[in-house]
């Protein structure tokens, strides 16, 4: 056997090996060479076979026909650009007259298969340009963030979408939302990275978790204001509610509207004040929402509406405050009581995790996205973390979390301990750090601690 061909063979099996234990590895030293080969070679057969050309135009058959040459062929889309990325490749298209958007998405599927791609998903640009996305490998199996990140003030990356993109939760833009899930499919995973990309930025975090505290207590060094039973949670919810109406009382006291002062500059919400007396943003945190709702007695049923109306108020009215509302639960319907549709009508992002009905899909996509109601239901039980994210537009995505420990996320949230605002509306509510026990920074990574000798 001679070098060259044995050469060959340890590039082969490298190869195999790299596609088999690290498809990404994989990808960025061999499958992104072959796939841009493949899309170039075979990309007018696949248009053609696709549906996705269009006959030729009448002025070319004249002139075919005036100068006897051969019937000009179908046109495919034109590509403007092919551009490969660090999980698959972004194709650009030119649509030609007479073609539509719709076209090819309804085509993505068989370009998958033709391409020799893992997923591909497409969405229009601009009238007559669409981009078509393509992953080389299953992003979601085994989710890797990238090193680089656009970060914004109450932006945070959270999730890996199916097509490789970040997926942001952006408060500026989406207020508020509804995470849903059943147990066990990782809505506690979802939330620790939601705070931990929060954690570094000047935010108040609030939580209100009613399961003692189990999922957010440990993390209290980076809270503002904690509350662990229905009962603290709706004194808790009161403040904020006051505290939304002072916040209102001092933009009212800052709009500067006079004849010489732009548009753009009268303030109308938090954003619009100057940065030395803007208060701080904040973001309240329901952990299993539906324990706020439910009651036995006369005096808990006032309670719960009493608690449901503050949500409302703060869903309603608290963006120009720069109050923002993240809602989880495993149910979210109307058997909870009065009001709660009116607070699911005010939650404009949704994610939903494994659920094990349809009706708790519906919950979460029946009224913005009916298409992503199948997609949540088909999340299989072994794949945690994987989840539907939509919003008002009709628009949704598969997304999944990097696994982020309870560990991890107490590490990051007592590195950044030191920007937890003190708002005087909340202080009754910070969570008493002196009998909290000391975490060292290198602790062992694990979720529970060792019972009592």
Same mark, same amino acid.
């Given at each position: ?9 340890? =590039? =082969?099996?490298?190869? +195999?090996?790299? @596609? ?30 696709? !549906? ?33 990325? @660090? ?15 719709? !076209? ?31 992953? +080389?490998?299953? =992003? ?9 990140? !656009? ?45 931990? +990309? ?61 004849? !010489? ?55 309603? $009215? ?12 495993? @149910? ?11 607070? @699911?009508?005010? $939650?404009? +992002?949704?994610?939903?995790?494994? =659920? ?98």
């Amino acid at each position: 056997m001679t070098w060259p061909t044995l050469l060959l063979l340890l =590039v =082969v099996a490298a190869a +195999g090996l790299l @596609r088999w234990r690290r498809p990404a590895w994989y990808w960025l030293t061999f499958g992104v060479t072959f796939a841009i080969l493949r899309v170039l070679v075979c990309y007018t057969s696949v248009m053609e076979a696709c !549906d996705l050309t269009v006959p030729p135009s009448r002025w070319r058959l004249a002139l075919a026909r005036t100068f006897d040459r051969p019937a000009p062929e179908h046109r495919a889309p034109r590509i403007l650009r092919l551009r490969p990325t @660090r999980t698959g490749l972004v194709l650009r298209l030119k649509l030609r007259p007479g073609q539509d958007a719709f !076209d090819v998405a309804a085509a993505s599927d068989r370009l998958r298969h033709s391409f020799g791609m893992y997923g591909v998903t497409s969405r229009e640009l601009r009238s007559g340009v669409v981009e078509l996305r393509m992953t +080389g490998y299953d =992003v979601l199996k085994r989710v890797q963030m990238p090193a680089k990140v !656009d970060t914004r003030p109450m932006r945070v990356p959270v999730a890996l979408r199916a097509d490789g993109s970040v997926h942001y939760r952006d408060y500026r833009v989406v207020p508020h939302g509804l995470t849903l899930g059943a147990t066990e499919s990782g809505k506690s995973v979802y939330q620790r990275n939601l705070v931990a +990309g929060l954690a570094p930025q000047q935010v108040a975090l609030v939580g209100i978790d009613c399961k003692q505290g189990v999922e957010l207590f440990p993390l209290a060094r980076r809270f503002s204001a904690l509350a662990d039973n229905p009962d603290s949670a709706l004194e808790l919810l009161e403040a904020l509610v006051s505290h939304m109406a002072d916040v209102y009382q001092l933009i009212r006291s800052e709009q500067r509207i006079t004849a !010489d002062v732009p548009d753009a500059e009268i303030a109308a919400d938090i954003w619009d004040l100057p940065e030395d007396i803007r208060p701080v943003p904040i973001v309240v945190l329901v952990d299993e929402v539906a324990e706020l709702a439910l009651f036995t007695t006369k005096e808990e049923e006032k309670r719960r509406d009493r608690i449901i109306t503050a949500l409302v108020r703060l869903a309603q $009215l608290g963006r120009a405050a720069g109050i923002y509302l993240e809602i989880c639960g495993q @149910r979210f319907g109307s058997e909870l009581g009065k009001g709660i549709t009116m607070l @699911r009508a005010q $939650l404009t +992002g949704r994610t939903a995790h494994r =659920v094990n009905d349809e009706t708790s899909a519906n919950m979460a996509f029946g009224d913005i996205a009916p298409d992503a109601v199948l997609a949540a239901i088909q999340i299989p039980a072994e794949i945690r973390g994987l989840a539907i994210a939509g919003d008002s537009t009709g628009g949704w995505h598969r997304i999944r979390a990097p696994h982020t420990s309870l560990r991890q996320a107490v590490n990051v949230c007592n590195k950044y301990a030191h920007l937890t605002p003190d708002l005087p509306a909340l202080a009754p509510f910070r969570p008493a750090l002196g009998t909290l026990a000391p975490v060292p920074a290198q602790a062992p990574a694990v979720e529970s601690a060792p019972a009592a000798a």
